[in-house]
């Protein structure tokens, strides 16, 4: 059956009687001003662009569901983590380093994040398909996503910059282990995990705390790419994973993780063996065996991608009644940086685009104002509190139960005792196998061979220091000397730094 037709219009609704010829003074002659529908029509495509994310910038994303299937009432009282609750979510999966227009086949850690439009307002999970991170001071940042840009001179990807900044951060093995592992490319945003990377923290309804850890296993199965299957898939197809999750679901195929937790009791945790509130460390499984909490499903596509994916706003500061931050210095720092980059990026009332907005719960909040308030604003209510005109009151049962915090305000490192080393080595040696081993090493090899040999040695130390045959394999590969790598690997991070300098 034929469409009904539509009449074309203007922004304004005005219809338009010609939308291929600009109005001329003569058949020949220029262009008129009283044109409007011309200058309206550029003048809008000259705007279209917004800023794009400053990481996270190439991304695909879709609606679909969460199921908790466990009771976990004695952890948390988030209403949504009632056993049997269903809750609507929307996720993104993106790269981190690339441009909007970047591959989705490059080796980048994968952004995992999920709104869920819970009854108490949005929880964002804003995780990655790593358990760890390169870095666990915030301040270290800025400095560590410029090495993964572009060089401010050539404007190319540089490997001197990209290993230069690791190789003098140590505690960025771990990550840098899994980041060259097959799992840097994984096959399909399908075929991937999702943790959030930091320890939060749950409470429960008489007010007691646990430290928790969220991993989202996937359904489908880990899949990845070798490094000569991404090279070849970046060339055949830079928006593979994009698309992959787009015709599954349009297939009905619907992608699956089932979230598995790691729960800690707080006391028990201020005291573990790792430091928890060091993002470069996992909680070995033997210690803390995950639980299963529940399911999630993505079910529906987007119908258009800039005004439900490019315009998401995902915040790990949105936190629900039973959920709250633990004091991770990272962690601290991302509770400011996105509501502040969402600002920037989308306009001080980012939260009214339907994607943002709160689906559980209306908002009912004195924010008054600003541009794109294309709401009615809260109407004739009050705008301010107390009232005593009936408007919204806060309500105490909202309110996190007071915790302790004690010490010297200082500007600290992490403990000598907090060994960055063991973890990546038991990844290497007793996680991976053979092939994992000989795959890590030649993406490492590829990748590093770019970068000035000095780079390299400081580099291939660390390697060896996280295990001896890790360290000799890329050694071996780089054919660098390895008794110059094992001296330089006995050193002090300060005393490799001052030998390997320009
Ligand atoms: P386990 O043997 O219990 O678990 C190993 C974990 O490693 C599994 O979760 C597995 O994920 C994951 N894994 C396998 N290959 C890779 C890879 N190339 N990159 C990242 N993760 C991988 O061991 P432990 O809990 O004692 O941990 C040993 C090491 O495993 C850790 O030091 C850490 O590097 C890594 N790891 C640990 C996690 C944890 O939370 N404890 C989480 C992820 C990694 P899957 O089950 O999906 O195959
Ligand atoms: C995106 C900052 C660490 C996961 C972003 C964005 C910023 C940012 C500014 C862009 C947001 C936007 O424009 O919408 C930071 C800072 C960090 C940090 C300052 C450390 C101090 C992390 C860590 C993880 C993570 C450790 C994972 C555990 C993500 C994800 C996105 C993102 C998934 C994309 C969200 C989306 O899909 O829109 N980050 N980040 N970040 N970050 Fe971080």
Redesign the pocket.
Known sequence: MAKKKTTLSTAFGIPVGDDQNSLTAGQRGPVLMQDAHLLEKLAHFDRERIPERVVHAKGAGAYGVFECTADVSRYTKAKFLTKGKKTEVFARFSTVGGEKGSADAERDPRGFAVKFYTEDGNYDFVGNN???FFIRDPLKFPDFIHTQKRNPATNCKDPDMFWDFLSLTPESI?QV??LF???GTPATFRNM?G?SSHTFVWYNAKGERFFV?Y?F?TDQG?QNLTRQEAAAMRSKDPDHATRDLHDAIARGEFPSWTLEM?IMPYEEGLKYRFDIMDITK?????DVPPIVVGKLTLNRNPVNYFAEVEQAAFGPGNLVPGIAASPDKMLQARLFSYHDTHLHRLGPNYHLIPVNAPKGRPETSYQRDGFMRVDNGGGAGPNYWPNSFGGPAPDEKAMEPPFPVAGMANRTPYGHENDDFV??G??FS???TDQ?RKNLIGNIVEHLSGAQKRIQLRQCALFYKAHPDYGAGVAKGLKLPLDEVKKLAAMSQEERAKATAE
């Open positions: 790593t358990p760890v771990h282990t899994v592992s097959d799992r995990n943790y850890q991993h296993k880990i790691q996992v909680w070995p499984h033997a973890q990546p038991a990844l007793k996680v991976m994992d």
